[in-house]
């Protein structure tokens, strides 16, 4: 039976290309897989692309394709990513001018394009597409004109085709993680689009290998002080049977761990309703599926179901949301924790005096509070170091910097042994997001394969 052994690549923008490196070298591999973005990473894309319109993709892919595209030349090795971003087309183009200063002939990298929707919203709307929030009904206009961009998750269909152009680079802008994981396989074993059993199969390999080190020792609430050498952390390898079923493991020789604790952890990441894991390409039921121990390093994966797509994509869009400013200054051992809070009182009182207008105020004790919020309780022990941070969002850039001022005085001003002064911090522009459906006809009638060869 044909078998295909995939590799995750990256988690995330800005995730170590060294696990990918050992991968491409020695993990047997015919593609290796980079999921670069999140809603978050989209919001910073497109602050890079606002101020550089020849940007906006993920600035690694530049190492990304220095390190790789030589394997891609000698092995055969395939990558696919969705580095593009805001703009997938500026990332093809970095692409082909690493491939040329390498030296590097008959290469070609396919971008997928269309993803991109805001120059259709007012269209969608003069047709009465509702683009209400997905969540609770809200109705766009509340933020209409402050969208700044769109996009639709999309699904591996233009992945597909971009292979079967022979790509041996497919770079797009917003897809789903396990669509990028799900592409080869459709394209290798000719999985047919309604073949919903082994989509499912397909997307929960994909699932797993999305986080990149998350389901290899990474990130693990287990016995995480028994997972191995993981300053050499071995990213997931997959070797999947065409009928869906797939062993995961990693690169032999490589730190971390996988077993079916750490994949078990994987397996229910972002899963809300198991028995309807809703993406483009299928509606996985992760209810029955079973992990089982094949070995050192490996784990069987088998019973995932699916059903029939949605008729719907769903598209993000982010909107200019006010600014951020922010200060912080940390306090010392004795009486730390107490310090802080008077420097609190201290600063929202001067905030009342001067007027600022804020939308939102949020408090954090760094070393107290600021990760288990008010599920923190008081220490027995007085703190040896305490921080503070008070941000507050407001509706204008000239407001948020009127935090940072009141920070300085607290240095001869306020509570004994202020250090670690970071107070007058720039303001930045924050992004809101806005989630909605839309029927998927009309986001996948727009998409584009445009292949270049260099």
Same mark, same amino acid.
């Given at each position: 039976?044909?078998?295909?052994?995939?590799?995750?690549? #990256?988690?995330?923008?800005?995730?170590?290309?060294?696990?990918?490196?050992?991968?491409?070298?020695?993990?047997?591999?015919?593609?290796?897989?980079?999921?670069?973005?999140?809603?978050?990473?989209?919001?910073?894309?497109?602050?890079?692309?606002?101020?550089?319109?020849?940007?906006? =993709?993920?600035?690694?892919?530049?190492?990304?394709?220095?390190?790789?595209?030589?394997?891609?030349?000698?092995? &055969?090795?395939?990558?696919?990513?969705?580095?593009?971003?805001?703009?997938? +087309?500026?990332?093809?183009?970095?692409?082909?001018?690493?491939?040329?200063?390498?030296?590097?002939?008959? *290469?070609?990298?396919?971008?997928?394009?269309?993803?991109?929707?805001?120059?259709?919203?007012?269209?969608?709307?003069?047709?009465?597409?509702?683009?209400?929030?997905?969540?609770? &009904?809200?109705?766009?206009?509340?933020?209409?004109?402050?969208?700044?961009?769109?996009?639709?998750?999309?699904?591996?269909?233009?992945?597909?085709?971009?292979?079967?152009?022979?790509?041996?680079?497919?770079?797009?802008?917003?897809?789903?993680?396990?669509?990028?994981?799900?592409?080869?396989? $459709?394209?290798?074993?000719?999985?047919?689009?309604?073949?919903?059993?082994?989509?499912? #199969?397909?997307?929960?390999?994909?699932?797993?290998?999305?986080?990149?080190?998350?389901?290899?020792?990474?990130?693990?609430?287990?016995?995480?002080?028994?997972?191995?050498?993981?300053?050499?952390?071995?990213?997931? $390898?997959?070797?999947?049977?065409?009928?869906?079923?797939?062993?995961?493991?990693?690169?032999?020789?490589?730190?971390?761990?996988?077993?079916?604790?750490?994949?078990?952890? #994987?397996?229910? =990441?972002?899963?809300?309703?198991?028995?309807?894991?809703?993406?483009?390409?299928?509606? *996985?039921?992760?209810?029955?599926?079973?992990?089982?121990?094949?070995?050192?390093? #490996?784990?069987? $994966?088998?019973?995932?179901?699916?059903?029939?797509?949605?008729?719907?994509?769903?598209?993000?869009?982010?909107?200019?949301?006010?600014?951020?400013?922010?200060?912080?200054?940390?306090?010392?051992?004795?009486?730390?924790?107490?310090?802080?809070?008077?420097?609190?009182?201290?600063?929202?009182?001067?905030?009342?005096?001067?007027? +600022?207008?804020?939308?939102?105020?949020?408090?954090?004790?760094?070393? =107290?509070?600021?990760?288990?919020?008010?599920?923190?309780?008081?220490?027995?022990?007085?703190?040896?170091?305490?921080?503070?941070?008070?941000?507050?969002?407001?509706?204008?850039?000239?407001?948020?910097?009127?935090? &940072?001022?009141?920070?300085?005085?607290?240095?001869?001003?306020?509570?004994?042994?202020?250090?670690?002064? *970071?107070?007058?911090?720039?303001?930045?522009?924050?992004?809101?997001?806005?989630?909605?459906?839309?029927?998927?006809?009309?986001?996948?009638?727009?998409?584009?394969?445009?292949?270049?060869?260099?």
């Amino acid at each position: 039976m044909k078998k295909i052994r995939i590799g995750a690549g #990256q988690g995330f923008y800005g995730d170590s290309i060294m696990p990918a490196i050992e991968t491409a070298k020695r993990g047997g591999v015919q593609y290796i897989c980079f999921d670069c973005l999140a809603e978050l990473t989209l919001a910073i894309l497109q602050k890079d692309r606002n101020k550089d319109p020849s940007k906006g =993709y993920a600035k690694d892919i530049s190492t990304t394709m220095r390190e790789l595209l030589p394997y891609v030349k000698e092995k &055969g090795l395939k990558i696919l990513t969705n580095a593009g971003g805001m703009n997938p +087309l500026g990332a093809q183009q970095e692409t082909l001018r690493i491939a040329a200063e390498l030296g590097i002939e008959g *290469l070609k990298v396919a971008v997928v394009t269309g993803d991109d929707v805001i120059d259709k919203l007012q269209d969608w709307d003069r047709q009465g597409i509702p683009l209400n929030h997905m969540e609770d &009904g809200r109705s766009i206009e509340s933020i209409r004109d402050h969208i700044v961009f769109a996009n639709a998750y999309v699904g591996m269909g233009p992945i597909v085709k971009a292979l079967q152009q022979e790509a041996d680079i497919v770079i797009t802008g917003r897809t789903t993680d396990s669509a990028l994981f799900l592409a080869p396989l $459709v394209y290798e074993f000719g999985w047919q689009p309604d073949d919903w059993g082994r989509l499912a #199969q397909g997307i929960l390999m994909g699932h797993l290998m999305e986080c990149s080190g998350q389901a290899a020792g990474g990130n693990f609430s287990g016995d995480w002080q028994s997972v191995e050498d993981l300053h050499n952390i071995g990213f997931p $390898v997959a070797e999947v049977q065409e009928d869906g079923e797939f062993v995961l493991t990693k690169t032999e020789g490589t730190g971390g761990l996988v077993s079916v604790d750490t994949v078990k952890e #994987q397996l229910l =990441y972002e899963i809300h309703d198991p028995s309807s894991y809703t993406t483009p390409d299928v509606v *996985l039921d992760v209810s029955e599926v079973q992990l089982q121990d094949a070995g050192a390093n #490996q784990v069987r $994966v088998t019973g995932a179901r699916g059903s029939q797509r949605p008729d719907t994509l769903k598209v993000v869009m982010g909107y200019s949301d006010g600014w951020l400013g922010q200060g912080i200054c940390g306090y010392s051992w004795p009486d730390a924790l107490a310090k802080v809070k008077a420097a609190d009182r201290i600063i929202r009182k001067q905030i009342e005096r001067i007027g +600022l207008q804020y939308e939102e105020i949020r408090t954090d004790y760094l070393g =107290y509070n600021s990760l288990h919020g008010p599920l923190a309780t008081e220490p027995a022990d007085d703190l040896n170091e305490v921080y503070l941070r008070i941000a507050v969002r407001t509706r204008s850039k000239t407001q948020a910097e009127k935090l &940072g001022r009141l920070f300085p005085p607290l240095m001869l001003s306020g509570p004994p042994a202020l250090g670690g002064f *970071l107070g007058m911090m720039k303001p930045r522009e924050l992004l809101g997001m806005w989630s909605c459906l839309v029927p998927r006809e009309i986001v996948e009638d727009g998409l584009q394969v445009t292949v270049a060869e260099v």
